[in-house]
């Protein structure tokens, strides 16, 4: 029972408890008021933790906590001061004599007044039907305030949170709402003012702009920094009673949850509990955004898309944001409430919610659960034992619900596009506009001088882990807000990255941004948040090395435009992908973009302003000296072929490069690819040729080795040299489970020059095998809907371990999750699945299947579910 419902319980039982003292009133007459004035706020407070009966009793009070405490203070004035009240009321108790005749007779068998109260309430207890008739008695007699509508399904509708709930009203700011208060007489303000008391979080203060006065007459203390607006309703009657009161929060004030409070006539009620969301649709709301199609897309879509696989193979997976299911709001707001800023300093976090750039910069990194009570705790290889892995989840839902149900502890376990579908979640329903972006061959700079090396041996394999690392992938969101703080003209407003995956720390804390795409494209590196670390993810300068067999290190190229490449969210109104590259950089190897990555490290952001002037000037001769060096020798990836005269040129292509849209790898097969080598040299040239295929994760880590080939090949003038490369499923399938792809990389030395050293190498994402749903028939709000699944194992052993998790926001309330029985080579599962949708419009089935070979292979499929 709630806090509310308790106390309304306490405030029925005293109102009845001054019934029955009535009923005695020859032994205590004399005494009743004073003791149960006396004794109200203890027992409020003995009444405050363990629950009471007559629970329905207490719920038609749990209108406030507030109300209910307020009522038993009008009681205890009216039957001292008000003779004609006071003989109304003991009329009506006189007329209750015979009812409860049986309490009575038992009460005067007590002795002291405390025995006496004890008594009475135990008795009061039992009579709940007792309780309610003087309750309604009662209230007729003491109360100032009716009753009020807070018309939930009408303002939500209107504040676009109708799709969270039509229940608990929930508002967004600088928008005004509508509620009804009933008064038991004529409203007239200029004999009784109504004031209304706005309050947010545990220590509410006007200077800190959580908590505001305001009424009507309109009163505005200067000492307010968020204040609310009343007015009637153009069309409202005042010497009715009813008052339609339109509310409006400023387009300024903190988000979270609120109590309302009414002061009318000395008296005082609780008018409403709600939750103030930001406010896209307001242009004096630091989130506003113009264009509905995009409000609609980033803040109202509970779908999307995220890409991953690498900047050749780009793959996308379908993600269930379900930021408006059930508990979602508490499940948030525990997010903010339980960040260490909160436990910190509750007042002042509370007060700093009214900017968006704050609840960013908290979600980042309350999303990941590195010093914190963060949602998801990240692992990158290994077993996973103890949870679900990465590649498991499909929605935000059931991780973000069950992170509440075992009490804030992390769920296991979470990469990058988790935590970014995460907290694209958390930020739609605060009304944060709010996108998934992934960036291809992302660079991790550890140590902040925008260049990353990465070391070979002269057999091909990647020789040793560099603190630096280039990820196949990495997924961050952006969110859409104002950012004075960085300038006052609005230059840096817009999209702002944040990454709430746990990579390095920021001001001492496992979190990222929000850094300014402008000022990432601009280079101006010096602003704040994190832009530095931001801007190396997609502009850093990779230098690749050789290490011979004496230790020795050569450096074979500095690619300028390897970093950063196909940067890709999903596009407005479609399931198309967008490339927005070029809001983070200009084009690549063009004058604006090189003059870009020079200012940027003139802004050195980790030394002293006064330093500054001393040191930018050797960085960038140091800066220039190296672009001169490293154009010596030449890294050609994937289906990049280099017209450079003069130099063997090295070519990696799949079989069938016209067709290689459809002819993907598949997992589950061999795989097949062709090494190309043609020269522009008029001699013929003996070639050593080693080619390493390893098994590689996401970030750009190496977890095995699964082959080598050493070749000797001599490369005739003017000729093309096509090498075959299998690569059997028997080889790889046992390190591919817990991999993400496959690095094929070949270094080619010229026999005769053995300096003339060349490197090629690409990342092989193999494609899953096909699962396919199958619908048939309409699909119907609150009817039975079933699914057929299909899956056929396509590789030549038995799949163990079969598990199939079906989920989908609107359609399904849990991640359900299915045992299967193993699945012979070839065969197929049919698998029939029901369920009851309960959301209409249009939603997204999600399946997975999981087992021993292959981990995690998913379809989704939309349906639009008909009212």
């Known amino acids: ?360 910069r908290v979600v980042s990194a309350m999303i990941n659960s590195q010093d914190d009570h963060g949602v998801v705790y990240g692992k990158w290889g290994g077993s996973y034992v103890g949870g679900r892995s990465p590649s498991h989840w499909s929605g935000s839902h059931a991780i973000l619900k069950h992170w509440l149900n075992i009490n804030c502890h992390p769920v296991k376990f979470g990469q990058c596009w988790v935590f970014a579908g995460v907290m694209c979640s958390v930020m739609r329903l605060f009304g944060i506009p709010c996108r998934v972006v992934t960036n291809y061959s992302s660079a991790h ?88 670390f931001v801007f190396a993810e997609v502009n850093a300068d990779c230098v690749d090395w050789l290490v011979k067999a004496d230790g020795s290190k050569l450096k074979i190229f500095s690619d300028t435009k390897k970093v950063g490449q196909n940067i890709s969210t999903k596009s407005v109104g479609s399931k198309k992908r967008r490339n927005i590259t070029d809001n983070y950089k200009h084009r690549e190897g063009s004058e604006k973009e090189r003059n870009v990555f020079k200012y940027a490290l003139t802004r050195d952001f980790t030394i002293d302003e006064e330093e500054e002037e001393n040191e930018v000037e050797e960085e960038n001769e140091e800066a220039m000296e190296t672009f001169d060096e490293v154009r010596v020798r030449r890294l050609v990836p994937l289906q990049v072929q280099v017209q450079r005269q003069g130099l063997l040129e090295v070519r990696v292509q799949r079989r069938g490069t016209l067709e290689v849209q459809v002819s993907k790898p598949l997992n589950g097969k061999d795989v097949k690819l062709d090494l190309v080598l043609r020269s522009e040299s008029r001699v013929a040239r003996p070639l050593s040729i080693n080619i390493s295929v390893q098994a590689m994760r996401y970030n750009g880590s190496a977890v095995a080795h699964i082959q080598t080939e050493v070749k000797e090949e001599i490369l005739q003038p003017g000729k093309g040299l096509s090498i075959p490369v299998l690569v059997l499923f028997s080889a790889y399938h046992k390190h591919m489970v817990q991999c993400d792809s496959m690095k094929v990389s070949a270094v080619v030395t010229d026999k005769e020059n053995p300096d003339d050293v060349y490197l090629a190498e690409s990342d092989v994402v193999l494609l899953d095998p096909p699962l396919s749903i199958i619908v048939s028939g309409p699909v119907r709000l609150n009817h039975e809907t079933s699914v057929e699944l299909i899956f056929k194992n396509p590789a030549n052993e038995t799949l163990t371990d079969c598990e199939l998790t079906v989920s989908g926001s609107g359609l399904l309330r849990d991640e359900t999750p299915w045992k299967l029985p193993e699945l012979q080579p070839k065969k197929q599962f049919r698998i029939k699945v029901f369920f009851v949708p309960y959301k209409k419009g249009e939603k997204t089935l999600m399946a997975v299947i999981d087992c021993s070979t292959f981990r995690d292979i998913k379809a989704t499929y939309t349906v639009t579910v008909a009212p």
Not at 218 to 226: C, F, H, L, T
Not at 448 to 457: F, G, P, Q, R, W
Request: negative net charge.
């Open 1 to 360: 029972m709630s806090a509310d419902n308790r106390v309304g319980d306490v405030s029925v039982s005293l109102r009845n408890l001054l019934n029955s003292v009535q009923c005695v009133r020859d032994r205590v007459r004399d005494q009743a008021v004073k003791v149960v004035s006396q004794e109200a706020t203890k027992l409020s407070l003995a009444f405050s933790n363990p629950p009471l009966p007559s629970q329905q009793d207490g719920e038609k009070l749990a209108d406030s906590i507030l109300n209910s405490v307020l009522t038993l203070s009008t009681v205890y004035y009216w039957l001292p001061k008000s003779q004609d009240n006071k003989e109304a009321v003991l009329v009506v108790l006189s007329a209750q004599i015979g009812v409860i005749k049986d309490a009575i007779e038992e009460i005067e068998q007590v002795s002291s007044l405390a025995a006496l109260l004890k008594k009475v309430l135990q008795i009061i207890r039992i009579r709940s039907a007792l309780m309610e008739q003087n309750r309604v008695v009662l209230w007729t007699f003491v109360a100032v305030f009716q009753g009020v509508e807070l018309h939930t399904e009408t303002n939500n509708t209107e504040h676009h949170t109708s799709e969270i709930s039509v229940t608990e009203l929930i508002v967004r700011r600088g928008q005004p709402f509508t509620v009804t208060l009933r008064l038991r007489q004529p409203f007239n303000p200029d004999r009784h003012p109504l004031t209304v008391m706005a309050m947010a979080g545990p220590e509410p203060r006007e200077d800190f702009g959580t908590m505001s006065y305001f009424g009507i007459p309109p009163s505005v203390r200067p000492s307010a920094k968020a204040s609310w607006k009343l007015e009637l309703h153009k069309n409202s009657a005042p010497h009715t009673g009813v008052l339609p009161l339109i509310i409006t929060p400023p387009a300024d004030a903190p988000i979270g949850e609120y109590i309302l409070t009414a002061s009318h006539r000395d008296e005082d009620t609780l008018l409403a509990r709600l939750v103030v969301l930001f406010n896209t649709w307001c242009p004096e709301d630091g989130v506003f955004l113009p264009d509905e199609a995009e409000r609609q897309e980033y803040v109202m879509s509970e779908q999307g898309i995220i890409y991953k696989g690498s900047g050749n193979y780009i793959n996308s997976v379908s993600w269930d944001f379900g930021q408006f299911e059930d508990d979602m709001v508490k499940i948030c707001m525990t997010i903010l409430n339980v960040s260490n800023n909160h436990l910190d300093n509750p007042a002042e976090d509370v007060s700093a919610r009214a900017d968006p750039t704050y609840v960013g």
């Open 445 to 532: 700079d550890t140590n902040s001088n925008l260049t990353i090396d990465v070391y070979h041996a002269d057999y091909g394999v990647r020789e040793r882990e560099s603190p630096d690392s280039v990820w196949n992938f990495h997924v961050w969101v952006e969110g859409w807000m104002k950012r004075p703080d960085l300038a006052v003209d609005g230059k840096f407003d817009g999209w702002q990255v944040l990454d709430p995956t746990p990579q390095e720390m920021s001001n001492g804390i496992f979190c990222c941004g929000p850094a300014s795409v402008k000022a990432i494209q601009s280079g101006d590196v010096n602003l704040k948040y994190d832009v530095p």
